[in-house]
Structure formats: structure tokens, C-alpha cells
């Protein structure tokens, strides 16, 4: 419940992210978690955005270092420097966004001295507004490792599991 | 009502929400900060300016940075991400944002600064629109706090422009 109630207020579909790589270093590290928030506001450089393309499961977040916005369309190219993020729980629902404006979009990561163009799609020189699920505007450190050592180690998910099934089953309630 | 379970559930509880409190108290009182940020940039040298093979122009610059970001610190603030974007217009586009250079400040130490560079990301236009072109360098900010709301905010320096020529 509080879930689809931060879905709506985040307007996006995964309002809260965990950082996965150390390519944002020292800013974000691996372990923290991000709060996201989209709204209809114009994509400008310097924002974090995060962003999925095609044949990627994992979305990636990264700063924006280049926009190019249309007149009459507002298309906005992108670049974006590197982070790679996953979601927190898993969303059930969209809650879209219609974006009127479309923006090209360049991006890349704080500890990476080059652009992400090698993680696009082969012929995709630059993101559009609808690849981007939000903005991050704020931080929690570390509270993310949670969910990396159950992604990676998944016989701690298991063991999790049963030991709240054991507690379940031996109260006397 | 008494068990382990509940007990240790009550205090986890109790512990996380504290937790979560004193995080968002430490983001609010980054807003009582009123900060006095100062920034120039001088354009050296245009080192060349060519048209691609594509069709777009490209140009690079060698750029003078000095800046003095320390009243952007708080206690809460972990690192200060800055960089400096050419800001223009073109008949296609109403606005093309290119980040010419960024760093990181780490600490209040390093916030005052000054960086003799050439464009670490290359200035290509979408087309072939920069000769002459009048453009605006925007010194932009984004204050990283140890937890919580990021900050961001910018400085515009007009008045810049490139050469009528492609050398």
C-alpha cells in the first residue's frame, strides 16, 4: 500500500532504486538507495536520471551532459554518465506519465571520465525523454545492501524466508 | 504480547522510524543554508573548430575556471558535483545544454578553486550552426548531502562567443 502510494507520489514506476555499481563514486555508492521523482519538468544537465534502453533489464542511472531540445516537438537528446541500479521491491502496476515533450538526452557516470554512448543500443546515439523513469532527488546510504545480498545470494532470501515461516509457525497466537 | 519475536520487532521497529526521522531533520536543516556561491569563467583559446564528417560542427576550447563554492557546505553535505555547460540556441532547437567539464568537490577545502582545461567532453553542435554563435557558460551545482534532498543550482556568465570562421 505505501508502495503504490509512493508509486503515485514519485510519478514513476520504481520510486525507490539501489545502486548497484561504484561507477557514481564517491557520490553513490554501492549499497545506497535512491529516491526517485518524475515530473513534467524539462530534462536539463547535471540532473541524475534514471533510464532503461532496450535489451536492458537493469535500469542505469546516470548524470545528464548533454540535451538538445526541440522547438517544435521539444525533443531532448540526452547523454549520461554511469551507475547501474535495480529496483527496490518489484512494481506491480505502471503509473504513467505522459510526456508531451520529447527530449534527447546525453549522459554519463561521475567516475567515468567518458560517455555512456557504449551502453546504448548499437545505432543509438542518444536517449529520449520516455527511456527515463525519474530523476533521483534524494539519497539514503547503505540501506540497499539488503536487497543486493538477496539479488546476488539467493540462499539468504531462502533462508530468510524460512526462518520467518519457522517463527510463523512456532507462535503461540 | 510478550514473546522475543514481538519484542525484537517493537525495537527494530521503533529503531528504523528514529532512524528515518533524524535523516529527513538532517536534510531540513540543509535548507536553513543560505549560501553565497562565486564563479568566473574566461575562454582562453578556441584550440580549433572544424565541421565533422557528419555534418556537425565540433569546437574545442581551452577554459579558465575559478570559483569559490564554500558557503555551499554544510555538515550534511558529503560532496559537491560541479560543471560547467555551453548553453545556446539554434534555429532547430530551443535550447542545447553541452557540459564542457565537471569535477567533484569533496570537501569545504577544495570548494575554492581554479582549473586551467580543455573541454573534457567534446562540443558538437546537432548541425552546423556554431559559427558566430553567442553562447552562455552556466557554472551548475548540485550539493550531494550525507543524506537526504540534493540541491542543485547554477550561475549564468553570458556573453561569449565563437568565431565567425572554421580554423
Known amino acids: ?173 | 504480547m510478550h514473546s522475543f519475536g514481538y519484542r525484537a520487532n517493537a525495537v527494530v521497529t521503533l529503531a528504523v522510524t528514529i532512524l528515518a526521522m533524524m535523516c529527513s531533520m538532517a536534510s531540513l536543516s540543509d535548507n536553513f543554508n543560505v549560501p553565497s556561491p562565486t564563479a568566473e569563467v574566461k575562454v582562453l583559446n578556441i584550440n580549433w573548430f572544424q565541421k565533422q564528417a557528419n555534418g556537425n560542427d565540433e569546437v574545442s576550447l581551452t577554459v579558465n575556471i575559478s570559483a569559490d563554492l564554500s558557503s555551499l557546505f554544510t555538515w550534511n553535505t558529503k560532496q559537491v558535483f560541479v560543471f560547467v555547460a555551453a548553453e545556446y540556441e539554434t534555429p532547430q532547437n530551443a535550447l542545447n545544454q553541452v557540459s564542457l567539464w565537471d569535477g567533484i568537490i569533496p570537501s569545504k577545502d577544495h570548494a575554492k578553486f581554479w582549473i586551467h582545461t580543455t573541454n573534457k567532453y567534446r562540443l558538437i553542435d546537432q548541425g552546423s550552426n556554431l559559427r558566430g554563435k553567442e553562447f552562455n557558460l552556466t557554472l551548475h551545482w548540485h550539493v550531494m548531502p550525507k543524506t537526504g534532498k540534493t540541491f542543485a543550482d547554477k550561475i549564468v556568465m553570458t556573453g561569449y562567443r565563437l568565431p565567425e570562421e572554421y580554423r
Open chain 1, 1 to 173: 500500500m505505501i508502495w503504490k502510494g509512493l508509486m503515485c507520489f514519485a510519478g514513476s514506476e520504481s520510486p525507490v532504486v539501489v545502486v548497484l555499481t561504484g561507477s557514481m563514486e564517491p557520490g553513490f555508492k554501492r549499497g545506497d538507495i535512491l529516491f526517485l521523482h518524475m515530473n513534467k519538468d524539462p530534462i536539463r544537465a547535471g540532473e541524475i536520471v534514471v533510464y532503461n534502453v532496450d535489451g536492458r533489464d537493469i535500469p542505469i542511472v546516470h548524470r545528464v551532459i548533454k540535451v538538445h531540445e526541440r522547438k517544435d516537438t521539444r525533443d531532448v537528446y540526452i547523454l549520461t554518465k554511469v551507475k547501474k541500479i535495480q529496483n527496490a521491491p518489484i512494481p506491480l502496476l505502471f503509473l504513467c506519465l505522459q510526456q508531451t515533450n520529447r527530449h534527447l538526452i546525453e549522459s554519463s557516470g561521475d567516475n567515468n571520465p567518458v560517455d555512456d554512448i557504449s551502453l546504448y543500443p548499437q545505432g543509438q546515439f542518444w536517449l529520449e525523454r520516455h527511456h527515463i523513469i525519474g530523476r533521483a532527488v534524494g539519497y539514503l546510504p547503505h540501506v540497499g545492501w539488503v536487497t543486493i545480498i538477496m539479488t546476488e545470494k539467493p540462499i539468504i532470501k531462502y533462508l530468510l524466508i524460512g526462518a520467518l515461516g519457522l517463527l510463523v509457525l512456532s507462535s503461540k497466537e
